[in-house]
């Protein structure tokens, strides 16, 4: 039997109605909300760098136009300083969008690669996935808690290349009401640094003092899988911490479990028979 559309499938009309009523809905949550978000900023770095990374901005994906690269670079230098030098106290909690807002063509926004119902798209802003994907891989290295974080769940759409960070554990955003939130319940401040160099998206998370613990993200039994035909990537991305003063192992946390459809040419993958795991 066909599935019913919904109605934000029906036509660019009544997907943008359903995307103005899911912004009206965030804003109104926000505004009726007792969560105090983070806006204060320092031009003077917190004295403890916890982690730090450096993101490629222009990378091969596929066959996609070259073009959308150079717009997302734009797009990323426009964004990061609203996003530098914010202060997350005791108690607040790091909003995305709320730092970055709208990310329009009045504000000199460009047309980049968007991600959207598991496929490839285009659209002004896009690129920002990139930004919160550094965010999110800093913020693991920390005690600080994510409280909300959206994937793009099931689809492995391009292949590795130059990749740093696990596969599956990206960023899915979308002004305003997809965002990328986390919550600082310690004792004392962070602060994230982000600008960017002509090749690199630049990140730092600091703090006021240094930590008794560090994290590692791992990641195991990462394979590709043939399932009716079809490839999967699959494997369990977990996060341990680690007493630095004893390397005494802590805890180690699933997550994220990976069962995610290639869309890319699969020749040159090693693929095993069967679902993973069985």
Known sequence: MKRRKLFCEISPTTYRISVLKCQLIRRIQDLFSPTAFAKQKSDAPLPVCICKHNSLMRRKLGNVDLQLQEHKVVNLNLSAPSVSGVLIRPGETFSFWRLVGNCTKRKGYQEGLLIRGGEV???????????????????????????????????DLFPDYGRQTPFGIGTSILYNY???????????????????????????????????????????????????????????????????ATGILLEK??????????????????????????
């Open 178 to 244: 997809l965002d990328y939130r986390f919550r600082n319940n310690t004792d004392q401040t962070y602060q994230l640094i982000v600008f960017t160099t002509e090749k690199y998206l630049c990140g730092e998370i600091r703090a006021t003092r240094p930590l008794a613990r560090k994290y590692h993200i791992k990641v195991e039994n990462e394979c590709f899988v043939e399932d009716d035909g079809e490839v999967f990537r699959t494997g369990d991305v977990f996060r341990e911490c680690v007493d630095k």
């Open 253 to 278: 946390q699933l997550i994220k479990s990976n069962y995610a459809k290639v869309m890319y040419d699969t020749k040159n993958l090693l693929i095993t028979s069967g679902k993973s795991g069985e």
């Open 121 to 155: 798209s285009k659209g002004i802003g896009g690129g920002m996935c990139q930004f919160t994907n550094l965010i999110h891989w800093l913020v693991l290295h920390t005690p600080l808690d994510i409280v909300e974080h959206h994937h793009h769940d099931g689809m």
